[in-house]
C-alpha cells in the first residue's frame, strides 16, 4: 500500500498486501468546531477582499439579469488560455463579482480570492461528516486533509494580501516584512501557491489509498476541482508581468532588483537567517539561553516531554523561541510543529545523542503523512544536533522519520534515520546542511523547494527484489516552483547494503509525479550507484515531463556514459542552467539563510 505513490502490479518496489485490522482513532470534536468557526471567519473575509481596486469599480454582478452566464472578456480569455485547465477557469472567473471589468493583474486577484473561498468551503462542509463511522486509515486520510485544508488557507491569505491591487501603501503594494520574511516577492506567492496546491495533492492522494466508503466518496465530492482551482490561479499568477511587459523565469519582477542584489552574497550564511540565528547555529547547546529545557529524566529541565515544550511556546512568535532537547530518547505519539507555531528552533546534544524516535508506519492502517516521528509545519522552524529516527523497519513500508512543511525551515546537522519513506520534504523552502539521511525506497520525497548541501547520503540494504532508490520527487504542475537539489553531497553506501555485494541496484530517484524535478550537482557517488543512474516509475510515464539534472558529479558511480536516454533527463554542461539549482536562486536563501546561521554555499562553489 504506497501512500500517493502506487507502484504498478509488476513493479520492482511494488509490497505484499497488509492485512492488519483497523483500529478506532479518538474523534476531535472540539478541534472540528474551532474549524468549522475558522471556515467560517475566513470565507467571509475572502468575500471582503474582493472589494480591493476591483468591486469598487463594478456596479453589475458578472452574471446578467435574465442568469445567462456573460461571455468572457478578452482578459478572462487571455489569462485562462495560459492554464491547464482552461474550461473550468473561464467558468469559474464569468461568475466572480468584478471579473467583467478585470484587467489582467486583477484577474490574479480575483482567482486567488476565489480558489481561498472554494478551500474555505470545503474545510466548513467536511467537518459536517467528522461523526460518521470511519475505519482507522480513512480516518487518518480524513484528519490529514483537514489540516492539509486549513494550511492551504493559511497560504491562499498570505497570497491573497499581496497580489489585491491597491496603490501604493495598500496590501498589495507594501514592502514590509513579517518576522518570518513573508515580503510579498514573487517567489513568496509562488511558493504558497504551490504548497497549496501540494497540500490538495497529499489529501487527496490519501483519500485514494483508503477503502471504498461513503466518507471517502463524501470527501472527493467536497474536494472536487480544487487541485485544478489552485492550478489554474498559480498559471495565472506566473504567467502575468509586472506591468512594462518584462517576466523573469515565468513570474512577475516585483521586487527583482532587491533579490538579484541579495544573491550577489556569498557570505557563510544564507541570507533569511538573522545574525543571532547565525550564532544560535554554531554556539555549543551549552552556552545557549533557552526559553525551554527538554530533559526526559526531569532533572534540571522544565518539561519532560517535547510534547509538553511545544504546547508551551507561543503561537505566532515573532522572535526565535529555543527549545533545547537533553541527551535521551524521546518517543511520543503524534509529534508535531504545528503551522502557528513559528519561529521554533530546536537544539539537541548530537546525532544519536538527542534522539527522536517512532515506529509508526502504513502498517498500523494509517497515511505515510500520518507516520512521521516528528513534523513540523510552523514556518522558520530549525533543528540542530537530534537524530530523527523512524525504527519500524524495511518489512513495515512506508514509515517516515522526519516530515517538514515549514516554509523558511533550515535542519543542520542533523541525522534522520529510516528505511522507505524516510524524509518527507513534504513543501515549501527547505535546507538541509551537513545532515546524514539513510533509507532504502524514496527516502527522500515529497515536494518541496528543497536544497540539501554537504549531506552524506547512505543507501541501506532493502527487502529482497527490492531495488534502492533515492528520491521520489511528486511535482505534479509545470508552475510549481519545486524540486530536489543535492548538492555537494555524498553518496554512499550504509554498512549493511555493502555486505550485500552488489545484489541490490541503488538509483538515484524515479518519478512520482508528471513534472518530477531533481538534480545532483558537484556530489560523489559511491559505486553502489547503478550506471543507468535513474529508475522509471512506470514505463514511460513522466519520462517525457520530468526534470532530471547532472552536474559535474565524481566518483565511481558517476560516470554518465550509460545513463538513461529519456526526453528529460539532461547532463548539465552550462554554469547558467546548473545554478539554477543552488541555495541563493532555488530556494532564494541568500535572502533568509544567513540570520538562521547555518553555513551555505550561495552558489555553485566558494
Known sequence: MNY???????????????????????????????????????IVAAAVT??????????????????????????????????LYQNL???????????????????????VNMTLQHVGKALYTSTDINNLDMDTHVRSAYNDCLELLEDSIDQLQHSLTIVAPGEPGSPGATDDSDALGRVGSPEDIMTWLSASLT??????????EAEESVVKDKMSDKLKDLSELVSNSLAIYSSVGDGDGEEYGGVPTQNRRRRLMSEDSSGEFPGWMSRKDRRLMQTPAIGIQADIVVSKD???????????????????SKRRFIIYVKAGRYEEKDLKVGRKKTNLMFIGDGKGKTVITGGVSVADHVTTFHTAS????????????????????????????????????????????????TLYVHSQRQFYRECDIYGTVDFIFGNAAVVLQSCNIYARKPMDKQKVTITAQNR?????????????CRLLADHDLVASKGSFQTFLGRPWKKYSRTVYMLSYMGDHIDPQGWLEWDGTFALDTLYYGEYMNNGPGAAIGRRVKWPGYRVITSTIEASRFTVAKFIYGSSWLPSTGVAFLAGLSE
Not at 19 to 26: A, D, G
Not at 300 to 311: L, M, Q
Not at 476 to 488: A, E, F, R
Open 50 to 83: 474582493v472589494t480591493l481596486g476591483v468591486i469598487l469599480r463594478s456596479k453589475s454582478s458578472s452574471r446578467s439579469s435574465s442568469g445567462i452566464r456573460p461571455k468572457p472578456t478578452k482578459a478572462i480569455s487571455r489569462v485562462c488560455s495560459r492554464t
Open 476 to 488: 505534479k504542475d509545470p508552475n510549481q516552483n519545486t524540486g530536489i537539489s543535492i548538492h555537494s
Open 4 to 42: 500517493g505513490r502506487l507502484d504498478p502490479p509488476n513493479s520492482q518496489l511494488s509490497q505484499p498486501e497488509l492485512t492488519q485490522p483497523p483500529k478506532p482513532i479518538p474523534k476531535s470534536k472540539s478541534k472540528v468546531k474551532l474549524l468549522v468557526f475558522t471556515a467560517i471567519i475566513l
Open 374 to 421: 516528528f513534523a513540523a509545519t510552523g514556518a522558520g522552524f530549525m533543528a540542530r544536533d537530534i537524530t530523527f529516527e523512524n525504527y519500524a523497519g524495511p518489512g513495515k513500508h512506508q514509515a517516515v522519520a522526519l516530515r517538514v512543511g515549514a516554509d523558511h525551515s533550515v535542519v543542520y546537522r542533523c541525522q534522520i534515520i529510516g528505511y522507505q519513506d
Open 298 to 316: 526531569g532533572g534540571n529541565g522544565t518539561c519532560k516531554t517535547i510534547e509538553e515544550a511545544i504546547k508551551k511556546a507561543p503561537e505566532k
Open 199 to 208: 497540500n490538495q495533492d497529499t489529501c487527496t492522494d490519501g483519500l485514494s
Open 89 to 111: 477557469c473561464v467558468n469559474s472567473l464569468v461568475d466572480f463579482p468584478g471579473s467583467l471589468v478585470a484587467s489582467d493583474k486583477e484577474l490574479v486577484h480575483i482567482s
